[in-house]
């Protein structure tokens, strides 16, 4: 069983920077894909980054290309989402997730399990 443990989350303005950081417990192994979602009021769950968990692939979705960095520190065993020149727009709740199925993925249901979220609200 694997949990994840989310944290980094805050009120930020606009053009600021956060990061966010996600710790995994349990077996991981080198194919899982660690993925970052987010969901905003009334919106469906959408695909932000991913990364193997070997850190040789990344993805990222249209809207964080170029402003966000999804890495990993494989000393800490931690997942990290640098989020920088935030935007009103990405205000959302972001959660990790970890895919245990080989093969890059920006589809929810192929992730299995989910950390607990973090609010992320950005100010104008």
């Known amino acids: 069983q694997v949990q994840l443990a989310e944290s980094g989350g805050g009120l930020v303005q606009a053009g600021d920077s956060l990061r966010l950081s996600c710790a995994p417990s349990?077996?991981?192994?080198?194919?899982?894909?660690m993925g970052w979602f987010r969901q905003a009021p009334g919106k469906d769950r959408e695909f932000v980054a991913a990364i193997t968990w070997s850190g040789e692939s990344a993805d990222y979705a249209d809207q964080a290309k170029g402003r966000f960095t999804i890495n990993k520190d494989n000393s800490k065993n931690t997942v990290y989402l640098q989020m920088n020149s935030l935007k009103p727009e990405d205000t959302a709740v972001y959660y990790c997730?970890?895919?245990?199925?080989?093969?890059?993925?920006?589809?929810?249901?192929?992730?299995?399990?989910w950390g607990q979220g973090t609010q992320v609200t950005v100010s104008s």
């Open positions: 349990g077996a991981i192994y080198s194919w899982y894909v």
């Open positions: 997730a970890a895919s245990p199925k080989r093969g890059m993925s920006r589809a929810p249901n192929r992730y299995a399990y």
